[in-house]
Nanobody
């Protein structure tokens, strides 16, 4: 599967953005999809993940309530709605896919496919 992330940009603190990640090739509905981010000078961190049918979601504790992951299997796209953005949310955001369910959705190493990343910059 190939992944193309989009939707990043510059936003003021308190604003919102919605990221999209479109998948091509493969059977999108059979992939667990995740979002990760990497801020300058920091390690990549888990943001959120969603199961095959969107019935199951999982979030980094620090982001619960502000970020929402969703997917549209008919459009082969996963979304990340980000609200109440803070300067510390500034990072390159990556979408990722894996073709097995399991439980380690927060582990980036468990994903076999990655998009190119989209930059989110939150100004104070």
């Amino acid at each position: 599967v190939q992944l193309q992330a989009s939707g990043g940009g510059l936003v003021q603190a308190g604003g919102s953005l919605r990221l999209s990640c479109a998948a091509s090739e493969g059977t999108f509905s059979s992939y667990v999809m995740g979002w990760f981010r990497q801020a300058p000078g920091k390690e990549r961190e888990f943001v959120a993940a969603i199961g095959w049918s969107a019935g199951s979601t999982y979030y980094a504790d620090s982001l619960k309530g502000r970020f929402t992951i969703s997917r549209d299997n008919a459009k082969s796209t996963v979304y990340l709605q980000m609200n109440s953005l803070r300067p510390e949310d500034t990072a390159v955001y990556y979408c990722a896919a894996r073709n097995w369910y399991g439980t380690t959705w927060h582990e980036g190493g468990s994903y076999g496919y990655w998009g190119q990343g989209t930059l989110v910059t939150v100004s104070s």
